[in-house]
Nanobody, 116 residues
Framework: QVQFVESGGGLGQPGGSLRLSCLASGFPFSTYFMSWYRQAPGKERELVATITSFGASTHYADSVKGRFTVSRDNAKNTVYLQMNSLKPDDTAVYYC?????????WGQGTAVTVSS
């Protein structure tokens, strides 16, 4: 069955960095677009970044552009989110998402807190 193992969340310092990882299994990873979403307390879930199936193209929310970088290693079935210049507003639960046509899979989320 489809499974995700998300890691790398935790406490980050303002101005600091964290790297999230999402290891996927149970579907043909390299054929899926992969995204990171986040949901802050009391707010709706929002798209953070997307990377196409072979990594040729990426898309970022304006709020993270220039600070976050999404990447993938299809040989390892893993997608990453490098988060630099962290801000308190980046505090949220971050979710890994896989999409292909009508197929849509979600990870369980990993919490990120940015605070001094």
């Amino acid at each position: 069955q489809v499974q995700f193992v998300e890691s790398g969340g935790g406490l980050g310092q303002p101005g600091g960095s964290l790297r999230l990882s999402c290891l996927a299994s149970g579907f043909p990873f390299s054929t899926y677009f992969m995204s990171w979403y986040r949901q802050a307390p009391g707010k709706e879930r929002e798209l953070v970044a997307t990377i196409t199936s072979f990594g040729a193209s990426t898309h970022y929310a304006d709020s993270v552009k220039g600070r976050f970088t999404v990447s993938r290693d299809n040989a390892k079935n893993t997608v990453y989110l490098q988060m630099n210049s962290l801000k308190p507003d980046d505090t949220a639960v971050y979710y890994c998402n896989a999409v292909q046509y009508l197929m849509d899979y979600w990870g369980q989320g990993t919490a990120v807190t940015v605070s001094s």
